[in-house]
């Protein structure tokens, strides 16, 4: 017993590495050898626990609070979804065993997973097919622009430069355009918050190579003239890219590739279950018609005549790559179920729900919240605090003044092109109690902007860290302020 006790810390430091992890003194060169002590902390499991189990309580999360973030969709993470992407035969399988010979035989459930998405994505979106490689939404948008780029490379469309987006579009549609070596033309949007179309008709030419829209969009409005926009893009042989991040909106009511659309991409962590948030994990699916087909990325799941599932490779016009393997298959794995858990039917219903559920707050906030377009809105709605900054109120005071009351703030400032903008998404998935109450605190900020406008300046009070300079936060970061966030 002595003996044990004695040796107590090197003897243990051996067992936790395994001794053959420790590096013999001998082998490092005295200059890097430490000199004193290391500066450990002495600290118990429990309190170390603790710490940790403060710091995560410090984290807003959809699991303990109402987050009604437009242009995010999906704040639901079912748990039946977790269970099933967390099957060990899904999670423990090896990304190269399908590529191996005879490999096949062992992936047959993931390949039947892949190839039946693909399927069930086809169906709900009117597409011939689907990559499922792309890892988040921007990434399906680079994808869908590069099978732009090679449709008119194959047809000798050289003189294609220019992609059309209006500044109705989420912000990456622009910038994914850029990337793929595209010129952005942006067309403004009219007082209902459609697109200009006589702008949109001046912009035309036999350069412009597509267009890309965000449907609904960002103001969370449906264009209503789509099919009209369609015509006049495909009159010069542009393509017409459908940004279908907002997919719950219009899911059973709406197929994009019947109304004039040529490629898309799906937002999974929006749509279809996974947890959203901290920048993912994603997935991008990309869905085409049939004068894109040939450029999807390789590789693709085929079914045999035997009935087994195989990965392909061999398709000359392929764009090539455009992830390492078959993209995050976990989160393939839950917007399967998911779909499959909903149904036909369940997936109208969601969409009736994201939109009634986005009118109702919309509704019950106007005479309090400047609205922006007053009119039927989809997924989510546009306000402007534009009467609370006449009592000197900004969206980002209102924004504070929600984290006390333990909600996330709505998006604010986006879209850009509404001062003080507050863009509120509640979803499909929240119940009526919980969007009350959210409707109450908001009209309670109104009354406190009307009553004590100072009182703003103080929120939040209930957050270790209140107001911090934004701009020197994120370029100037301390992690050390972390122990004062945990200290009791
Ligand atoms: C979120 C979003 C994107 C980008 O998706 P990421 O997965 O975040 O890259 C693109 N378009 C719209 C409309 C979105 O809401």
Redesign the pocket.
């Known amino acids: 017993m002595e003996l044990i006790f004695e040796k107590s810390i090197e003897g243990r430091t051996g067992f936790c590495f395994g001794s053959s992890d420790v590096p013999d003194k001998a082998q490092i060169s005295e200059k890097y050898l430490r000199q004193d002590e290391a500066a450990l902390p002495e600290t118990s499991e429990l309190d170390v626990v603790r710490h940790y189990t403060r710091l995560s309580q410090r984290n807003f999360s959809i699991d303990t609070h109402f987050y009604p973030l437009g ?3 999906m704040k639901y993470n079912p748990k039946f979804t977790e269970m099933l992407s967390n099957l060990a035969g899904f999670r423990n399988l090896h990304p190269l065993l399908a590529q191996l010979s005879g490999g096949e035989r062992w992936t047959q459930g993931a390949l039947q997973v892949l190839y039946e998405l693909e399927g069930l994505l086809c169906e709900i979106t009117g597409f011939s097919a689907f990559t499922m490689q792309p890892l ?6 680079l994808t869908g622009i590069m099978l732009m780029a090679a449709y008119h490379k194959a047809k000798g469309n050289t003189h294609k430069k220019y992609v059309i987006v209006p500044d109705s ?5 622009p910038a994914s355009a850029a990337l793929a070596g595209f010129e952005i033309i942006s067309i403004p949007s009219n007082k209902e918050g459609g697109m200009d179309l006589e702008a949109l008709k001046a912009a035309v030419n036999d350069e412009t190579a597509g267009l890309m829209m ?1 449907v609904p969009s ?1 103001y969370g409005l449906f264009e209503s003239h789509v099919s009209e926009i369609a015509q006049i893009i495909h009159q010069v042989d542009g393509i017409m890219y459908y ?1 279908g ?2 997919l719950n909106a219009v899911l059973g009511r709406l197929r994009p590739g019947d109304v004039g659309f040529d490629v898309m ?1 799906i ?1 999974m ?2 749509t279809f279950a996974t947890p959203h948030g901290g ?2 994990p ?1 997935a ?1 699916p990309v869905g085409v018609n049939e004068k894109l087909v040939d450029f999807l990325p390789v590789s693709r799941v085929v079914q045999k005549e035997n009935g087994m599932y195989a990965l392909n490779y061999r398709y000359d016009k392929s764009i090539g790559y455009i992830a390492s393997f078959y993209g995050n298959f976990g989160v393939l794995v839950r917007a399967y179920a998911y779909i499959l858990m909903l149904g036909k039917e369940g997936l109208r219903e969601t969409a009736s729900h994201a939109v009634l559920n986005a009118n109702y707050i919309m509704r019950k906030l106007q005479k309090h919240y400047k609205i922006c377009f007053d009119h039927l809105c989809m997924h989510e709605s546009v306000f402007s605090a534009s009467n609370q900054l006449e009592r000197g109120v900004h969206a980002i005071d209102i924004a504070k003044f929600l984290i006390d009351q333990g909600i996330h703030p709505p998006t604010v400032y986006f879209p850009i092109s509404v001062p003080e903008a507050i863009m509120i998404e509640p979803t499909e998935t929240e119940s009526k109690q919980t969007m009350d109450r959210f409707i109450e605190k908001m009209i309670e900020a109104d009354q406190l902007s009307q009553t004590n406008p100072q009182a703003f300046k103080e929120f939040p009070k209930t957050m270790p860290i209140t107001r911090p300079d934004e701009v020197k936060a994120a370029r100037d970061i301390k992690t050390s302020f972390f122990q004062k966030i945990a200290s009791p």
């Open positions: 242009s995010c969709t988040a939404g921007a990434h399906g948008e579009a989420h912000g990456t549609n965000t960002t940004d991040a907002n991409h937002n962590h929006k920048g993912g994603g991008g």
